[in-house]
T-cell receptor, first 110, second 113 residues
Framework: NAGVTQTPKFRVLKTGQSMTLLCAQD?????MYWYRQDPGMGLRLIHY???????AKGEVPDGYNVSRLKKQNFLLGLESAAPSQTSVYFC?????????FGQGTRLTVV | DQQVKQNSPSLSVQEGRISILNCDYT??????FLWYKKYPAEGPTFLIS?????DKNEDGRFTVFLNKSAKHLSLHIVPSQPGDSAVYFC????????????FGTGTSLTVIP
């Protein structure tokens, strides 16, 4: 039972490069989320989805795009990476009252 | 604007004693509250939760208390064990806005053997 799986676990990008973070869940959850964790800031919601084909902005959406073409996958894209996007990114999924998290992706933008 | 606040960045407790972690929130529309535990280089894991219609929920050594009038919740761990050393995040859910979860900034708990 894999739960929530994030790919990749680590990545270093140069400023201006693009990349996509992949999140996959095998629990048939409707809701999926992307958070970023920064020192002293806790977990902040970037984008979320309430079901296949839907996406919505969270607290800090600027500089990111997302897609949910399949129920089990939620992709987070950075079109032009900036040093301010250096962070640890967590994907989560939920059936309602509890969110289950992936192991995180540590992204460094230089 | 931080809707869920944890004002203590860190807490140290002796093994066997009680750990009390606190959390405040501002939005009265939250209907569910959760505590997550996080070890370094891992994702947060669910610990315990409470519905807004209750004031206490207990699970083994962990108890969560909710005071709706004060918009305050707390997590009690008793007795504390060295393996409890981790960062604890308080979270709150708003079901009517896409089932969003809002998190506090975390409290780093150290249990001293």
């Amino acid at each position: 039972n894999a739960g929530v799986t994030q790919t990749p676990k680590f990545r270093v990008l140069k400023t201006g490069q693009s990349m996509t973070l992949l999140c996959a869940q095998d629990m048939n959850h409707e809701y999926m989320y992307w958070y970023r964790q920064d020192p002293g800031m806790g977990l902040r919601l970037i984008h979320y989805s309430v079901g296949e084909g839907t996406t919505a902005k969270g607290e800090v959406p600027d500089g990111y795009n997302v897609s949910r073409l399949k129920k089990q996958n939620f992709l987070l894209g950075l079109e032009s990476a900036a040093p301010s996007q250096t962070s640890v990114y967590f994907c989560a999924s939920s059936y309602g009252t509890e969110a289950f998290f992936g192991q995180g992706t540590r992204l460094t933008v230089v | 604007d931080q809707q869920v606040k944890q004002n203590s960045p860190s807490l140290s407790v002796q093994e066997g004693r009680i750990s009390i972690l606190n959390c405040d929130y501002t939005n009265s529309m939250f209907d569910y509250f959760l505590w997550y535990k996080k070890y370094p280089a891992e994702g947060p894991t669910f610990l315990i939760s409470i519905s807004s219609i209750k004031d206490k929920n207990e699970d083994g050594r962990f108890t969560v208390f909710l005071n709706k009038s004060a918009k305050h919740l707390s997590l009690h761990i008793v007795p504390s064990q060295p393996g409890d050393s981790a960062v604890y995040f308080c979270a709150a859910r708003r079901a009517n806005t896409g089932n969003q979860f809002y998190f506090g900034t975390g409290t780093s708990l150290t249990v001293i053997p």
